[in-house]
Each structure stands twice: as C-alpha cells, then as structure tokens.
C-alpha cells in the first residue's frame, strides 16, 4: 500500500520573517483602504501628506528621503495629489531642479481627518502602546540593518 504524504502542521513560512513582514502589510494595506477612501487618498499618498502635515514646503527630494522613495515614484503620486487640489508643486526660486511640494487650504484641513485613520489603526492592531513602541522600534532597526546589508 502506497504511503501517504506526512502532514505538516507547520507551514514552509513558519521561520521566514519577509513573509510576516509581506503579510502584515496586506493586513494593513486592508484595514486602511476603506478608511482613507473617503479622504481620496491611497496609502502612499497619506504617507506623502502626513509628512507634508509634520513639515509644509518640503522639496521632492526631501519628501523621498523620509519616506525611503525616489523622484520617480513621487512624482506621479505627487501629481495626483495636486490634481485633488491638496497640493501645490513650484520650482525653488534659488535653485530651479528643486521642485517645493506644499500643503493647499484643503489638504491641511485632511490632517483633522487623518487622526481618527491613525487612531483606528492603532485599535486594529491590538497593541498596547508599549508594545507598540517596541514593534516600532524593532522594525526600525531591522530596517536600518537591511538597509546597510551588502547585497549579493
């Protein structure tokens, strides 16, 4: 009689940490989708105007650097969010390869809304805020650490 296959109760993702990693950003991407609909933003459009929120008037360059994107994938998203009339882009009068990204009237108002998104997200997770924290700080050195790995 042919033997069957042994049954795992483990997963081959079990002692990958890029897949945990991979799948709570779709757990995320889930949760916030339905609540930055009503404010027309994508993700990483809210990422742009939570750091526009922290700073007005940042360069493109200085957008990408905190946010770890380059030109090339902030431009059109920057774009888009100047069609929505909640920014606006001018070059920099003292150097004019520098493109200035500010907040319009309408998107600083977004930020009151952008509080309830933060807040229901911090709820989602489950976390207290110590816990939070060390997750945070965690992923932050992670980060950091990947950042600076030599690559094969």
Same mark, same amino acid.
């Given at each position: 009689m042919p033997q069957?296959?042994? $049954?795992?109760? &483990? &997963?081959?993702?079990?002692? *990958?940490l890029c897949f945990e990693i991979y799948a709570a950003n779709l757990a995320f991407g889930r949760i916030y989708k339905p609540l930055l609909d009503p404010l027309g933003l994508t993700y990483p459009q809210f990422l742009v105007m939570m750091t526009l929120w922290s700073g007005d008037g940042l360069s493109v360059g200085a957008i990408g650097d905190q946010l770890g994107l380059d030109s090339s994938t902030l431009t059109p998203?920057?774009? %888009?969010?100047?069609?929505?009339?909640?920014v606006t882009r001018r070059r920099d009068s003292r150097d004019e390869r520098r493109v200035i990204v500010s907040l319009t009237e309408k998107g600083a108002q977004l930020e009151g809304q952008s509080d309830q998104v933060l807040a229901s997200i911090r709820d989602a997770t489950g976390l207290s805020a110590r816990e939070a924290e060390?997750?945070?700080? &965690? $992923? %932050?050195?992670? %980060? *950091? %650490?990947l950042a600076g790995a030599p690559l094969a």
């Amino acid at each position: 009689m042919p033997q069957q296959p042994a $049954m795992h109760d &483990s &997963s081959p993702f079990d002692c *990958t940490l890029c897949f945990e990693i991979y799948a709570a950003n779709l757990a995320f991407g889930r949760i916030y989708k339905p609540l930055l609909d009503p404010l027309g933003l994508t993700y990483p459009q809210f990422l742009v105007m939570m750091t526009l929120w922290s700073g007005d008037g940042l360069s493109v360059g200085a957008i990408g650097d905190q946010l770890g994107l380059d030109s090339s994938t902030l431009t059109p998203l920057i774009k %888009r969010l100047e069609g929505a009339e909640l920014v606006t882009r001018r070059r920099d009068s003292r150097d004019e390869r520098r493109v200035i990204v500010s907040l319009t009237e309408k998107g600083a108002q977004l930020e009151g809304q952008s509080d309830q998104v933060l807040a229901s997200i911090r709820d989602a997770t489950g976390l207290s805020a110590r816990e939070a924290e060390k997750l945070h700080d &965690s $992923m %932050r050195q992670l %980060r *950091t %650490r990947l950042a600076g790995a030599p690559l094969a």
